[in-house]
């Protein structure tokens, strides 16, 4: 099931939406591998009936949360926004506005490189901070992607007409870090930014 049409504004079109990525159900499957070899040997051996009953149940239960943890993961990409959604009767999510979005970096294992996996890390302004998100398909190219909506989400604010004037802007700045909600670092980075006219 994808991202329903109703949670988008009147102008937000979706991008790009996807799962994690199959890796990640790695375990799940090496333990469906090892349940089927070991239940070949229980058919050898002529092993009685709540043999197989335990096998299945212990199966399941290491199997059936990975799964669904999979299955109700999503990340979407809109005009406006990166969104991720989790969880099946618990949910979580998290939103991150893309004119808020500083920087985009990406990481890759040996083993994720020639899977084609890897993780996403995204440094955002204001009470976002940083959110690392694992398992992302071609993490390069949604990286690539990012950036490539993130400019052109701040060049249609621009022309709108919607962005704040510069002191505006950093007078904001000046009360996140205030209040804390920016460290002294963040603070000179996005002043520097704003002073740059990025």
């Known amino acids: 099931m994808g991202y329903p049409d109703r949670l988008l504004s009147d102008d937000e079109t ?12 790695l375990r799940e499957i090496l333990f ?14 002529d092993a009685p009936s709540w043999a197989y ?15 669904i943890k999979w299955i109700t993961t999503l990340h979407v990409i809109t005009t406006e926004r990166v969104i991720y959604r ?30 084609g996996t890897g993780d996403l890390l995204i440094e955002s302004a204001g009470t976002h901070g940083q959110s690392r998100y694992r398992d992302i398909p071609t993490p390069e190219e949604v990286q690539s992607l990012l950036y490539q ?12 007409g919607v962005t704040e004037s510069r002191a505006s802007q950093l007078e904001k700045l000046s009360n996140l870090h205030d209040e804390g909600k920016l460290s002294d670092e963040e603070f000179e980075q996005e002043k520097n930014r704003l002073l740059r006219g990025d």
């Open 53 to 67: 009953v335990a096998l299945l149940i212990l199966l399941f239960l290491f199997v059936i949360g990975g799964v």
């Open 86 to 115: 989790a969880g099946f009767i618990a949910k979580r999510g998290k939103e991150i506005p893309l004119e808020v979005v500083n920087d985009i970096a990406f990481n890759q294992t040996i083993f994720e490189k020639l899977f």
């Open 32 to 45: 469906v591998l090892g349940a089927f070899a070991i239940g070949v040997i229980l058919v050898m051996i």
């Open 14 to 25: 979706i991008v790009s939406e996807f799962r994690p990525h199959w890796s990640g159900l």
């Open 149 to 160: 909506v993130r400019e052109d989400r701040i060049r249609d604010m621009r022309a709108d």
